[in-house]
């Protein structure tokens, strides 16, 4: 009998029970996470969309080049990234370590190239004098609303790049599995599913036409 | 042998997703372009990414394969969160309307 029973008073199985959704509780965690994370993008998106509906002559600064062909781009890094992600996690659950390490770097490095965009839109942008309260077009809030919610995504994006860098890190020294990598695998994905809802709703119905 | 089948089957099924997720990103740009504004146009491309967040969160995010009870939990209690953050439009239609004329 472990210490921990003994504490327990040999009571430790009727109170140790198995988990009613059957996976590990870091996926629980990561799961109960993403939910409070969805909501989180969620009330910025309906904040924005409040703000948006209830402003006559809301800007619409996006020019298709640079400002749409940089969101297609970084679109299309971002989606791939998360197949790279999928195939590392294939490699490491079949047992092949050196693919798994080269998958999941070559997702971090589409994560790198991503922000690296994001950046560029962003300077794009404050180059054309847009700042957290002012801007050229007129509605004083578009910059606070626009900055708020890219800049959450791409907080997570950031953080996504290190959390998967220090992961493959302690997986090829063996602290961590294939298990992690899928806990984490989830994060990603995350992420790139908030962004299919900021591109059309923070990008695409603010185009210049 | 029978793993690497499955896993080939996976692996192609995690490609036809991807296409899926960029082809319909791309049908959002398509969208942004046409004739449609508005409401019209919000509802278009919130179709399209309710339908692209399906894809992932079934096939990438792999709840498909998941236990019931955990799609049922996570998902009832987040749907009907978001549903009542839908209570703020009316609001906001009021705000638009209420502005003074200059």
């Given at each position: 009998m472990s210490e921990a029973n003994l504490a327990l008073g040999g009571h430790a199985p009727s109170l140790m029970e198995q988990s009613p959704f059957a996976i590990p509780s870091k996926k629980l965690v990561m799961w109960l996470f993403i939910i409070s994370d969805a909501i989180t993008f969620a009330a910025l998106l309906m904040a924005y969309g409040y703000l948006r509906n209830a402003?006559?002559?809301?800007?619409?600064?996006?020019?298709?080049?640079?400002s749409v062909i940089n969101v297609m781009l970084m679109t299309f890094i971002l989606i791939t990234s998360s197949l790279t992600m999928l195939i590392g996690l294939r490699s490491a659950k079949a047992g092949d370590k050196a693919g798994a390490l080269r998958w999941t770097f070559i997702t971090v490095a589409g994560g790198i190239l991503f922000a690296l965009l994001h950046i560029r839109e962003w300077l794009g942008l404050i180059g054309q004098g847009v700042r957290l309260f002012q801007?050229?077009?007129?509605?004083?809030l578009f910059g606070a609303a626009f900055f708020s919610i890219t800049g959450l995504h791409l907080a997570h994006v950031v953080g996504g790049v290190i959390a998967l860098t220090v992961l493959a890190l302690g997986y090829r020294r063996g602290r961590y599995n294939s298990d992690d990598l899928e806990t984490w695998g989830l994060y990603w994905h995350f992420v790139d599913l908030v962004w299919m809802f900021v591109v059309p709703f923070v990008y695409l119905l603010n185009v210049a036409r | 042998m029978e793993q690497t089948e499955r896993q080939n089957r996976g692996l192609k099924t995690y490609i036809v997703v991807y296409i899926c997720l960029l082809a319909l990103a791309g049908l959002q740009i398509v969208l942004a372009y046409t004739h449609a504004q508005g409401p019209q146009l919000f509802m278009r491309m919130l179709c399209v990414a309710v339908v692209q967040a399906g894809l992932a969160l079934m096939f990438f995010m792999h709840l498909r394969s998941e236990r019931r009870t955990l799609i049922l939990s996570l998902g009832i209690s987040t749907i009907f969160v978001l549903a009542m953050m839908n209570m703020i439009w009316t609001d906001s239609f009021r705000l638009l309307n209420f502005r003074l004329p200059k």
């Open positions: 402003t006559p002559n809301w800007p619409e600064p996006f020019k298709f080049s640079p801007n050229p077009w007129g509605a004083s | -």
